[in-house]
C-alpha cells in the first residue's frame, strides 16, 4: 500500500491558507485605493503650500593656541593633543558673533513676493531695497504691502492676508504711512517709523513686494540659535557650521558671513597686544619729544651766548663713555618700570592680562619672562573669550584660573628677582657715572655745564630713537599678523531637509495602502462575529447542511416571489440536502433555531417551507416562536388565533392551519403571546397537534424561539427529525456557538445540521464559483451562466451598476466644469 505523504498535503493547507487570507484582505482593494488617492493628493497639496527649508553649511579651521608652557604647567594636559573646540563651538553661537556677522549682510528687512499660495521670500531678488534708521522707534514684525506705480513713485498699503495663510496674528501697523503716494529716496518718517525706499529694478514696475523689518536684537538671537555647529570628526579640529533656511542664498551669506567674523575676532585679539604696545611707545615719545625740543633749544641757546663751538678734547672721551653710562642707566630704568609694573599686576592678582605689553617689544632679553608673559596673554585671552558665551563657574574658565595661577606664581618669582638684579646693575652704573663727574669738576664753569646739557640732550635723542624702532616693529608685527583660523569650505549650496518630498510620497503610499489594512484587521481582531465558512467551521462543530445567500429583496417571501433568483437557489439546494438526510422517513419534522434574535430563522423557515411547496410537498410552517412572533407578518396575516391559542384550549387544531395562495404551503401562526410560552410548549397538546400535522402533510417546518435565550427549544429538538441551526454571516458572536457545540458533543441533541445565512462574500474564490463546505454550493456574483438563468437579478444588476456609472460620471465632469 502507497504510503500518504503527510508533508504535501501540508504543504497544499499552507498554501491554501495563504490563499485565503489574500483573498480575505484583497477584496477590499477599492479601500486601498482610495486612500492611496487621499494620501497622495494630500501630500501634493501638502507640498504645493509649504515653504521648502535648505541645510546650508560651511566649515572652517580652527588652530589650538595652547602653548608648550601651560602644558607644563598643567601635568594633566602634558599628554593631551590640546584640541578644544568646545568654546570656539560657544564662541560660534554667541549673540555677539551674530551682532559681528549680521553687521555684513542685511537680514533687518524681509522682503516677499505676494501670492496667495506661499509666502516666497524675495532676498535679493527684490525690485526694491530699504535703508532703515535703527536710531528712530520703528514698528517691527508688521507685513506692509508696497505697490511700485512708477519708475518714480510708490504707494504704501497694509497687507491683507490671504485664504490660506494660517499665520494671521500680526502686530498692529503705522497706520500714518498708509494709502500715500511717495517717490524712491525719500526718507519716510513718522513717530514710528524712519526709513527711505530704493527702487534697484525699474523693470518690475507694477509689482507688489510685501516687506517687514526685523528687530535686529530679535534678529541676533534667533540667528544665534539657528546655527548648529559641529566637529567633522573626534581627532580634527575642523568645525562644520550649518543653518537651516527657506532661502538659499540667505543662509549662505548668514554661515559666510559668521565664518569671516570670527576670523576677524581672533585676528583682533591678536592685534590687542601690539596696539597696547604702540599706544605705550606713543605716549612715551610724546612725553620725549617734548623733553628732547626743549633740552635742544637749551643747548643751542647755551652755545650762542657763551661763544663755544667745541668742547676740549681732553674731556671727549669721558663725555662718551659717560653718555655711554647714561644711555645703559636710562635703558634699566626704562626695563625696571616695566618689571615694577608686572609686579603690581601680578600682587593685584588680576584675571585679564590684554594691557600687559611683551619684554621683546621692551627690548628685555629674558627668555624665561618672555615665554611666561606670552602664556600669561595666551590664556587671558582664552578667559575673556570663554567669559562671553559662560560664566566664571564654568569648568573650562575653572581650569585657565589654576593654570593662570601656576604661571602667575613663577611669573611674580621671576620678576622679583629681576627687579632686584636690574636695582644691582643700576647702581654700578651710577657709581661709575660719579666717578666721571668728579673728573668734570677740573674743567672752567662754562664747559662743565654745556657737558651737563649735552648729555641729557644725547640721553633723550638716543631713547627717543629707541622708541622709535621699537614703535615701527610693533607697527610691522601689527601688519603681518593673520589669524591661525581660516575657512576651509564657504556656504554655497543648499540641501533640500522639508518637506522630503520622495519620502512623503513614500509614506503616503505605505499609509494609504497599511491604514486601512490595519484598521479591517484591528476590526477583525475586536470583531467576534462569524465572518466566513472557514470561521465557521472553525467554531462550530455541527456539520453544515446548506449556504443561504444576503437577499437584498424588499420582500421576505424570495421563493415565492422571485424564484429565479440566487437566493432562492440556495433554498433549492438546502431542500435537495434535507431530502437527502431523510429519505427514508415518510413524514419529516424539521426544526428551525438560532443563537439570538436576528439571524434569520424565521426568513429560512418561511422560504425553505415555500422551497418544499414548490417541490409539490404538502408543507406546512409553523410559528413556534411564542416570544416574538412574525412568521403571521410575513403573511399579511394578525397573531390574534394561532398555535398559543390552541396550547390553551380555546381553539381546535384545525382553526389554526391556514392556506396560503401557494399550492402545497399552509402556515400556523404564533397566535398571541402567553404570559407561560415554556410551559405551553411542554404540553401534550403540542405532541397532539405535531401528531395531527403529520397526518395531513409531508413536512412540517417548525420556527422556535432563539435556543441561546431560552430553554423550551432544546426539549423540543427532541421532537423533531432534523433540526436546523441557523448562524448568520458577520452577526452571529462566535461565542453564542458554545452552548450547542457542547449540547452536540455531549450527545444531547441529535440530527442537528448548521444553515450558514446572510453570505455575502464565503472566502474561496475560484473561477466564478464560491464553495462553501459540505456538498452545496452558492453561484457568485460573476457566474455567467446565473446570469443567464436568473433574468431578474441580471437585469436588476445592469440597472444598478448603470445608475452608478451615471452618477460618477456626472461627479467627474462636475470635477472638470470650466467656469
Not at 531695497?129 to 507685513?143: F, G, N, S, Y
Not at 496674528?169 to 526718507?187: C, L, R, V
Not at 587671558?380 to 569648568?395: C, D, G, M, Y
Not at 610691522?476 to 583660523?485: F, G, K, L, P, T
Amino acid at each position: 500500500m502507497e504510503k500518504l505523504d503527510l508533508s504535501q498535503l501540508d504543504n497544499e493547507e499552507k498554501a491554501l491558507e495563504i490563499r485565503y487570507v489574500v483573498a480575505k484582505y484583497i477584496r477590499y482593494w477599492p479601500w486601498y485605493v482610495l486612500f492611496t488617492l487621499i494620501f497622495l493628493i494630500a501630500t501634493f497639496l501638502f507640498h504645493r503650500y509649504t515653504v521648502d527649508e535648505y541645510e546650508v553649511t560651511g566649515s572652517m579651521v580652527i588652530k589650538t593656541n595652547t602653548s608648550p608652557e601651560a602644558r607644563i604647567l598643567d601635568r594633566s594636559n602634558i599628554f593631551n593633543s590640546g584640541i578644544n573646540l568646545e568654546n570656539d563651538i560657544l564662541r560660534l553661537r554667541s549673540k555677539n558673533l551674530a551682532r559681528e556677522a549680521l553687521k555684513k549682510v542685511h537680514f533687518d528687512v524681509e522682503y516677499f513676493a505676494k501670492t496667495n499660495i506661499k509666502a516666497i521670500e524675495l532676498y535679493d531678488r527684490s525690485p526694491i531695497r530699504i535703508k532703515v534708521d535703527w536710531d528712530h522707534l520703528q514698528v517691527a514684525d508688521t507685513q506692509v504691502e508696497l505697490q511700485i506705480l512708477s519708475e518714480d513713485n510708490f504707494k504704501l498699503v497694509p497687507f491683507s492676508e490671504s485664504l490660506l495663510d494660517i499665520n494671521s496674528a500680526q502686530a498692529a501697523g503705522d497706520e500714518s504711512i498708509y494709502d500715500k503716494t511717495y517717490t524712491f529716496g525719500e526718507e519716510i518718517e513718522s513717530a514710528r517709523s524712519k526709513f527711505t525706499v530704493y527702487l534697484v529694478n525699474p523693470g518690475r514696475v507694477g509689482d507688489e513686494v510685501v516687506f517687514q523689518l526685523k528687530n535686529p536684537s530679535a534678529l541676533e538671537e534667533s540667528w544665534a540659535r539657528a546655527v548648529n555647529v559641529n566637529t567633522e570628526n573626534e581627532y580634527s579640529s575642523v568645525l562644520r557650521l550649518s543653518t537651516t533656511t527657506k532661502v538659499v542664498e540667505k543662509g549662505r551669506d548668514y554661515i559666510n558671513a559668521l565664518m569671516e567674523s570670527y576670523i576677524d575676532y581672533d585676528l583682533n585679539e591678536k592685534n590687542k597686544i601690539q596696539e597696547n604696545t604702540i599706544a605705550f611707545i606713543e605716549e612715551q615719545l610724546g612725553f620725549l619729544e617734548d623733553s628732547l625740543k626743549n633740552k635742544e633749544r637749551e643747548l643751542q641757546e647755551f652755545k650762542v651766548e657763551n661763544k663755544l663751538l667745541d668742547v676740549s678734547a681732553e674731556f671727549s672721551n669721558i663725555l662718551s663713555k659717560m653718555n655711554a653710562l647714561d644711555e645703559q642707566n636710562a635703558q634699566l630704568d626704562y626695563q625696571l618700570k616695566y618689571f615694577e609694573e608686572i609686579r603690581d599686576y601680578m600682587e593685584r592678582k588680576s584675571k585679564d592680562f590684554s594691557d600687559v605689553i611683551a619684554p621683546s617689544v621692551i627690548g628685555v632679553p629674558d627668555p624665561l619672562l618672555n615665554g611666561l608673559i606670552q602664556t600669561l596673554v595666551g590664556l587671558s585671552q582664552e578667559r575673556r573669550k570663554l567669559l562671553a558665551t559662560v560664566n566664571e563657574n564654568h569648568p573650562e574658565v575653572i581650569k585657565i584660573d589654576v593654570q593662570m595661577e601656576k604661571v602667575q606664581d613663577g611669573l611674580f618669582e621671576n620678576v622679583v628677582n629681576l627687579i632686584e638684579n636690574t636695582r644691582k646693575q643700576q647702581q654700578g652704573i651710577q657709581r661709575e657715572i660719579r666717578t666721571y663727574d668728579a673728573q668734570f669738576s677740573t674743567l672752567p664753569e662754562s664747559e662743565s655745564e654745556y657737558t651737563g646739557i649735552f648729555r641729557e640732550f644725547k640721553l633723550r635723542e638716543s631713547l627717543y630713537t629707541y622708541l622709535l624702532e621699537k614703535r615701527a616693529e610693533a607697527g610691522i608685527a601689527r601688519a603681518s599678523n593673520v589669524s591661525d583660523n581660516a575657512i576651509l569650505d564657504a556656504a554655497k549650496r543648499g540641501t533640500l531637509v522639508f518637506p522630503k518630498k520622495q519620502q512623503n510620497y513614500a509614506l503616503a503610499i505605505i499609509l494609504g495602502l497599511f491604514l486601512p489594512f490595519g484598521f479591517i484587521v484591528v476590526r477583525d481582531m475586536f470583531d467576534d462575529s462569524i465572518k466566513d465558512q472557514r470561521d465557521l467551521k472553525k467554531h462550530f462543530m455541527i456539520p453544515q447542511l446548506g449556504v443561504i445567500g444576503f437577499s437584498q429583496k424588499e420582500t421576505n417571501k424570495v421563493v415565492l416571489e422571485h424564484p429565479k433568483s440566487a437566493v432562492a437557489e440556495s433554498f433549492r439546494s438546502l431542500r435537495s440536502a434535507i431530502t437527502y438526510l431523510a429519505s427514508g422517513k415518510n413524514t419529516k419534522r424539521i426544526l428551525v433555531t438560532s443563537s439570538v434574535s436576528g439571524e434569520g430563522k424565521t426568513f429560512t423557515s418561511l422560504n425553505l417551507a415555500s422551497a418544499m411547496a414548490l417541490g409539490s410537498k404538502r408543507t406546512v410552517v409553523v410559528g413556534g416562536d411564542l416570544r416574538r412572533p412574525k412568521l403571521a407578518t410575513y403573511f399579511g396575516d394578525s397573531e390574534k388565533v394561532g398555535l398559543s391559542t390552541y396550547l390553551i384550549g380555546k381553539v381546535e387544531a384545525q382553526d389554526i392551519v391556514k392556506e396560503t395562495d401557494q399550492e402545497f404551503l399552509s402556515y400556523v401562526p404564533s397566535g398571541i403571546i402567553p404570559p407561560n410560552p415554556a410551559e405551553l410548549l411542554q404540553t401534550q397538546r403540542l405532541k397532539d397537534f405535531l401528531q395531527y400535522l403529520d397526518e395531513r402533510f409531508d413536512v412540517i417546518i417548525f420556527d422556535t424561539p432563539p435556543m441561546g435565550l431560552v430553554s423550551e427549544t432544546i426539549d423540543l429538538m427532541r421532537l423533531f427529525d432534523i433540526n436546523l441551526y441557523v448562524v448568520r454571516q458577520n452577526y452571529t458572536v462566535k461565542d453564542h456557538l458554545v452552548m450547542i457545540n457542547d449540547l452536540f458533543n455531549n450527545k444531547q441533541v441529535k440530527n442537528v445540521y448548521g444553515v450558514f445565512n446572510g453570505i455575502i462574500n464565503s472566502g474561496y474564490h475560484y473561477e466564478g464559483y464560491n464553495y462553501g463546505y459540505g456538498n452545496t454550493y452558492l453561484y457568485s456574483q460573476n457566474n455567467k451562466y446565473m446570469y443567464n438563468y436568473y433574468g431578474d437579478d441580471l437585469e436588476e444588476k445592469k440597472k444598478k451598476i448603470k445608475k452608478k456609472e451615471t452618477s460618477y460620471l456626472k461627479k467627474i465632469k462636475k470635477l472638470f466644469r470650466t467656469r
